[in-house]
């Protein structure tokens, strides 16, 4: 997972990973603005327009244009994140739609697992609406440890994307890699 | 019948509606009982509501149903709705929550409306309220009528009567008690706390000769009333029909802080307040508690015990259901998209300004009152309007927002006015005082509470707003001092530090509130004359200004503090005692020149205080710390000294959960600390004498910086202790 | 609710981190001086997230140079006051 490249069909790309998956993310964002417009669905309080900025800056002159082509709303909890996704829906979308850590709010303690599950369902149903007119990427994290169980709903997603990327973690690599001895 | 009195309890009373106790005129308390179903609402796709239909229509007793339509604030068309009636209030939650399972995706509305809020929507009731009923012989209400408003400045109150009930040696749970004290008006009894089933029997004489409206207990939650219960039969409800009713204990997360609330003892017809669990019971007390039931209209026990965001959340839902507005069960209202750019321009809060580091005489302390409530209530913020600048007129039709806070930030004014004209000795003033805060605390909150995720009439939108309009308050607000020819020194979210000389009486700086207001349309008020004011610099590095760390003296001789170890509760009461010690001698200085003496006598304060401790004349009680536990036990990596101490407290068979504080002492040896409520005595030879050393040489040095002493100095100086002090003073 | 766009005081901790390599290479007297520019940049946290700049890095750079300026014109005044303090001398 060197680079996402940027979408070419209407696909559904994830990524699932951490910090790294995240920042990625946020280039992704940062190149498809400098195309056009672009959409950016925050639904886990992550989509912090900084770095996007100092990513437009080296490759544009104008960084506040190309940050005028996004679109931005955020979603706080899975109630929400289904009502937005329905909203982004129901207009004719036609620019890619970056979804930031779609999972968070489905990791709140407070929400039932099958309510989650329940919700999941008849989000990534809308996912699948906006792909009839864009390419979609979706950034989830891996469940936090107090809820193993919910790697199903990662698994969920997986399953309905055209291309899954995972961010390995560092110890999960297996192999021994030469790092740099100064940094 | 005819009752005429005051409204004390009410509570669903199964199908024949709710419960209303009356304390009445003649000083009679009367359980009256009044028809009250309630609702809720579903929406949805048209097949899905029917099916609903014909799944309630089967159930045994058969809900009312009807169609209907109505107003969500979120939506432009009225919404089609089902509407679900039951005619025992208490029967709507398990039917509800059936429902939900039932039928997940249909959208709920005022599924969860506390009771009292539903009937204070219909009828205009709250606790206390005068009211007047008529009901047959079997107490069936007929009629009933509220004759006041929960926004009387000085409403005529009921002569309630209070039972206290008191261990005087403090938490049972940590040390078994000897004594129960009773207490009504003048009357007081000890009794010896024994064993078996006596102590209960003594309550239940006292409950049946003095029949109270209020228990006022210590620890009566979490350990008093269940122990007493255990014992013996004591009618603790003033309703035979309904004992009791307990709600578990639980911890959980309120602005970054965590926070634990012991388990809830409730009762009927009758008020039990635990002064140890009842939410900042030291900031208002009973006149508090009792005001924010009035406003809120929650239960008085109720509204002892729940978080203010709890209770304007209350508030915003009877102004809702009083216009025929739906409540959302969940909220589901999202942000509307925007581009990046104008989230950058907007997602930010109030404005902290870095003070003037340093000592500041004859400086003017001006607030806003109520900032953020009052930019609400004047630029029309409410999820479903569209702000308005300060520049413009107030809006003709105000949003549901700034109608459920206008009176209550209208009273909390008038009430202020009102206690400032009253003469000092006036006992009145006390009482407003409690009311005020209570009222504070609710204001303070709605406004975070309409950014809160799970507010049901929040957005983020008009979050956003709210810090702007304040930040442009505040901007105004500096404008008009600068040109009115002040120093603006600091400047904190709703309140400026101004200095002018010649400026040192309150009407000095009439001129510019008058200024402030006329250029932001907002009550601003002057919170005092400083004689002098120190700002401090964070203690990481001295050239850095902190927004909140100052204390200064009044021309009244008072002081304020801010951001200093003794405003910390976790801080140890004698580093506290010494600190404000420091701070009450340098207050005695009234001009520049006085300061000098001032603080040579603080200083031999500060080296009286360390030999006391050297010699171990401290009681151990003033050196305790109290901190809390920021999380569960098993989740700390590296154990904080109140971890460490709690786990000293496990490992004796005494549980502490998250939120709760502990307390312990600073020892030698490996553990560091050692937990006060270890069953083991204390040996005083193993206390930690350096370590409270530098704790009080920490904060005195905080109060010494800004009159030319530096910490490396003060340190020098109480090592040596026959040295003179010879420091340079800004004077 | 947390909010997205990170503090003001976060935004120049960032800054002030990524220029990391920067001080390390610089000599320790040097090292001094660039920490004072931060933190004469700290005194004006308020206006600059008042300013709400894209790059905040631009306005942090503005308050050093600000702060400088004031202490350029505080010196400029005590050296006009020495000066004159020595031709009155004269």
Known sequence: MDAIRLPTSNQLYVIVGGSGALQRMLTLAARLALRGGVWVLDCGNRANPLPVVRELRRLTMDPVRALANIQTARAFTCYQVLALLEQTCSRPVREPVVIFDLLASFYDESVRYDEGQRLLAAALGHVRGLLAGAPVMVSVR?????????????????????????????????????????? | MTYEGWLLDLYADGPRGVALWLVTDDDRRVRLCQRFPVRFFAAGPGPRLRALWRWLRGREPAPGLAREERRDLFVAERLPVLAVETADPAGLQPLFAEVEREFPDLTYYDADVPLTVRHAAAFGSFPLARCRAEADEQGNVRAFEVLDSPWALDPALPPLRILEINLPEGDPQRTPPTRLELRFRAWKQSYPWVAGSAPAAWLRAALQKLDPDIVLTDYGDTWLLPELLRRGQAPLSRDPAYPLRTVEEHTYFSYGQIVYRGQQVHLYGRVHIDRQNAMLWRDYGLEGILENARVTALPIQTAARISPGTGISCMQMQTALRDGVLVPWHKQQVEQPRSMLSLIQSDFGGLVYQPRIGLHFEVGAIDFVSLYPAVMVRCNISPETQARPLSQPPAPNPGLIPRTLAPLLHKRVALKTWAAKLPAWDPRRKS?????????????????????????????????????????????????????????????????????AGCRTAEDFEPLLAEVTRRTGLPIALDGVYRWVAFLPSRGNRRVPVGNRYFGVFTDGSLKVRGLDARRRDTPPWVTAVQMGLLECLAQAVSPEDLKPAAAEALGRLRRELARLREGKVPLEDLLCAQKLSRPLEKYTHPSPAARAAGQLQAAGKRTAAGQRVRFLYVRGEERVWAWDLPQTFDRRCLDVGMYRKLALRAAADVFQPFGIEPEELYALMHNAARVPLFPLPV | MGRTLPSITQSLNE???????????????????????????RQHLAAAAYAANLLPMETFLLAMLLEEHKEVARLRVQVEALQSRLLDDV
């Open chain 3, 15 to 41: 800054e002030q981190a990524a220029f990391g390599r920067f001080r390390r290479a610089l000599r320790r007297s040097d090292q001094t001086a660039l920490d004072e520019l931060f933190t004469a940049a």
């Open chain 2, 432 to 500: 407003i005082r409690a009311r005020t805060a209570a009222q504070k605390w609710l204001l303070v909150v709605c406004f975070g509470y309409l950014g809160y995720k799970n507010a049901r009439f929040g957005r983020i939108e008009a979050h956003e707003a709210v810090t702007a309009g304040g930040r442009e308050a505040l901007l105004r607000a500096k404008e008009a001092a600068e040109d009115l020819g002040f120093a603006v020194l600091h400047l904190y979210v709703d309140g400026l530090w101004v200095q002018q």
């Open chain 1, 142 to 183: 891996p469940p936090p440890t107090d809820f193993p169980e919910r790697a199903a709903f990662v698994q969920r997603v997986c399953a309905e994307a055209d291309q899954c990327w995972v961010e390995e973690a560092p110890s999960a690599a297996g192999v021994y890699q030469q790092g740099s001895l100064w940094t």
